[in-house]
C-alpha cells in the first residue's frame, strides 16, 4: 500500500501528528524528572505522569459523542487547542497540584485529536488494507516520539527542565492553525457525513458489544499499561538507579524510538496479510521479556540493550490497537465505539504510573519493573488464546471496496 500525493491526509492530519508526536516525545524523559522537583516520592511522580492518561479517560467517550455532534474538523482544533494551552501552562507551574491539573487537560485534548483522526481512517480504509493505514498512522507517531526524547534532553540540559514545555506549546499551536485551514473534515470522499452524536448509541454499544469489549478490551488494557509503564520505568530507573543525566536518558529513549519506528510498515503487512494476531502476541511478549531484562542492567550500554529490545517488540505491534478496535467497531456507531475502545485503553495508560509508583515507593523500582512485565505477559496471553482474529471475520466485499482514497 503507498500513500499518493492526492491523499488529503498528509498535509492535514499525517504531518501536524508528527508534531504532535515529535514534542511530546520530548517530554518522555523530563516529566519524570521535573515531577521529581517537586515531591521525592516515587507514589507522586506517578500521580503526575498518570494524570494524562487520567485525562484521556475523563474524554474517552464524551470525545465519542462531541465528534458525532460537531465532526471532526472542530474536534481536532478544540482537543489540540487543548493540548497547547496546558503545556505551555507547565512552564510556569508552581507546585504539584498545577502540574497535575494541566496533564489532565492535556489528556482530554489529546483524546479528542486521535479519535478524530482514528475514526476518519476507520471510515476511509477497506479491511484488507486497514492494518497497514493505521501502522502507517501508528508509525508516523513514532516517527516523531524518535527524535523527540533526544532533542527534549538536549534543552533541558542546556536550557531547563522547562524548555520543553514551551517548544512544544508552540508546535501544538502550530497545529492547531495547521487544521483550521487544512483539514477538509466530513467533506472527504468516503467518509460519511457527521450526524447527531448523543449517549443513546453508546449505551447500546456497551451492551451489544460487551463481550469484545470484555476480552479483546482485557488485552487492551494490559496491553496499553505495559506501553505506558516502558515512558516512567526507563527514565526512573536510568536517573535513580544506574546515574545517568538526562540527555543520556534521552538518547536511550530516542534508540529505542529509532528501532520502534523502523518497523512500522512490516508490522502493517504481518496484520493485513497473515492475521492481527501475528503481530499482537509477539509484541508484547518480547516487551514483557524486555521490560524483565532492565532489573538486571547497571549501565548505559546494559539498559541500551533492554530498551532496544522493548523498541523491536513495541514496533511489531504498530498500528495493531487501533486495527483491532476499527475492526471489532459497528459501522453506524463508529465514534462511540471508538470512544468505548478508547476508554478501556486508556485506563491500561493511566494505571501504569500508579502501579509502578506504588510498587516502587513499597518493595522498589525493580518489582515495580517485573510487575509491569507480567502486563505483557497477560496480553500476549489474552490476544493469543481469548481474541478471534478479525481480519476474515470483519471483511466482506463492501468493506474491501470502501475508502480507496488512502490505498
Known amino acids: 500500500m503507498t500513500l499518493p500525493v492526492r491523499n488529503p491526509l498528509i498535509l492535514p492530519v499525517y504531518v501536524p501528528s508528527l508534531l504532535l508526536m515529535f514534542g511530546n516525545g520530548m517530554l518522555i524523559p523530563i516529566l519524570p524528572l521535573y515531577a521529581w522537583t517537586f515531591s521525592a516520592s516515587y507514589g507522586l511522580v506517578g500521580v503526575v505522569l498518570a494524570a494524562e492518561g487520567v485525562g484521556r479517560l475523563i474524554g474517552a467517550l464524551p470525545a465519542g459523542i462531541l465528534l458525532g455532534r460537531i465532526g471532526r474538523k472542530p474536534a481536532m482544533v478544540l482537543g489540540v487547542g487543548c493540548v497547547a494551552v496546558s503545556t505551555l501552562a507547565l512552564f510556569w507551574a508552581r507546585d504539584l497540584s498545577e502540574v497535575v491539573c494541566y496533564r489532565l487537560v492535556a489528556g482530554i485534548g489529546g483524546s479528542l485529536w486521535h479519535l478524530s483522526c482514528h475514526a476518519y481512517l476507520t471510515d476511509a480504509a477497506p479491511v484488507f488494507h486497514r492494518g497497514r493505514a493505521l501502522s502507517i498512522f501508528g508509525g508516523i507517531h513514532r516517527i516523531g516520539t524518535f527524535a523527540g526524547p533526544a532533542a527534549g534532553g538536549a534543552l533541558a540540559q542546556t536550557f531547563s527542565l522547562e524548555a520543553p514545555f514551551l517548544v512544544f506549546g508552540g508546535l501544538a499551536t502550530a497545529v492547531a492553525f495547521i487544521a483550521v485551514a487544512k483539514f477538509e473534515s466530513e467533506a472527504s470522499p468516503g467518509v460519511r457525513q457527521v450526524r447527531a452524536g448523543h449517549w443513546k448509541p453508546l449505551l447500546a ?46 538518547w536511550i529513549i530516542s534508540i529505542s524510538a529509532l528501532v520502534d519506528m523502523s518497523l512500522f510498515y512490516p508490522a502493517g503487512h504481518i496484520m493485513d496479510r497473515f492475521g492481527r494476531k501475528f503481530a499482537m502476541v509477539p509484541c508484547f511478549l518480547i516487551q514483557a521479556i524486555a521490560m524483565a531484562a532492565i532489573p538486571f542492567t547497571h549501565s548505559f550500554a546494559g539498559l541500551l540493550l533492554a530498551t532496544t529490545l522493548l523498541g523491536m517488540g513495541n514496533g511489531i505491534g504498530s498500528g495493531s490497537m487501533m486495527t483491532l478496535g476499527a475492526d471489532l467497531a459497528p459501522r453506524d456507531s463508529i465514534g462511540e465505539f471508538l470512544g468505548a475502545w478508547r476508554l478501556v485503553g486508556d485506563t491500561g495508560h493511566m494505571g501504569a504510573p500508579l502501579v509502578i509508583g506504588g510498587i516502587a515507593d513499597l518493595l522498589g523500582l525493580s518489582p515495580a519493573t517485573f510487575a509491569i512485565a507480567g502486563f505483557g505477559l497477560l496480553a500476549a496471553g489474552t490476544f493469543a488464546f481469548l481474541v478471534p482474529e478479525t481480519l476474515t471475520s470483519g471483511a466482506s466485499p463492501e468493506s474491501s471496496q470502501r475508502g480507496g482514497e488512502i490505498e
Do not use: M, N
Open 205 to 250: 454499544i456497551f451492551k451489544s458489544h460487551f463481550r469484545e469489549l470484555a476480552t479483546a478490551g482485557s488485552g487492551q488494557l494490559f496491553a496499553q499499561t505495559i506501553r505506558a509503564g516502558r515512558h516512567v520505568v526507563v527514565p526512573l530507573y536510568a536517573a535513580d538507579v544506574i546515574g545517568l543525566d538526562v540527555q543520556a536518558i534521552g
